[in-house]
């Protein structure tokens, strides 16, 4: 795994359990792009240890939901609002285009993105995908 050095050195608790992996509508090098813009910005934000939690959801029969959620920083309310354009960040150094890559990448294969976030609680991101028939 690319972030085992990462996780280990922030003592970041991986929770992976999927019951089910059902194929979706993407393409491997941008579902890897997008796991791992999302694994990178859950770990920055628990930099003092922290659970991240990878879970799938059906959404219906004819779509499934990545769901990646850390109990790191969080973000307050402008944060969140902020979060899907280009070139916000709060990042010393970042360049604000994680995210925005995420959201259009999903939806290029039809899906979408959404994000929760309670400042000093946490993040979630959800990924909506189509099932392939």
Do not use: W, Y
Not at 101 to 127: P, Q
């Amino acid at each position: 795994m690319a972030f085992e050095q990462q996780i280990a050195k922030s003592a970041v608790q991986v929770v992976f359990a999927p019951t089910q992996t059902p194929m979706v509508l993407s393409q491997h090098v941008q579902l890897t792009q997008i796991l791992n813009s999302l694994l990178a910005n859950a770990l920055e934000a628990m930099d003092k240890g922290g659970t991240l939690t990878l879970t799938l959801e059906s959404t219906d029969s004819h779509g499934v939901c990545v769901v990646v959620s850390d109990t790191g920083k969080g973000m307050n309310e402008e944060q969140r609002n902020m979060a899907f354009r280009p070139f916000f960040t709060t990042k010393r150094g970042g360049l604000g285009v994680g995210l925005v890559l995420v959201k259009r990448i999903m939806e290029r294969f039809g899906g979408a993105v959404t994000l929760e976030s309670c400042e000093g609680e946490g993040t979630t991101v959800r990924l909506s995908f189509k099932r392939l028939p």
